[in-house]
């Protein structure tokens, strides 16, 4: 992979967490569902849910629900203080 690919993989990596980030915001109900809709479709469920994993380790979401219904997906502090979001 060249200087060029890898730099444009890191942007799409980047633009997919930002795509996010607003899907989260801006859905009532963000579970994992949801998001792979609106944001990943063409990623498996699975990774969809390490992706939204990553998230939450980096501070930005965290994640509301136990093992027998979906996961919801939430802001944390730290992204509404990037979106501007009030408390």
Known sequence: M???????????????GIDTLLAIKHT????????????????????????????ADMGLIYIVGSGDREYRYYLSGKAKQLFGVKW
């Open 2 to 16: 060249n200087e060029r690919q890898v730099n444009y993989a890191k942007a799409a990596v980047l633009n997919r």
């Open 28 to 55: 009532p109900v963000a579970t994992t569902t949801e998001i792979q809709k609106q944001v990943m479709p063409d990623l498996s469920r699975r990774a969809v849910q390490r992706y939204l994993k990553t998230l």
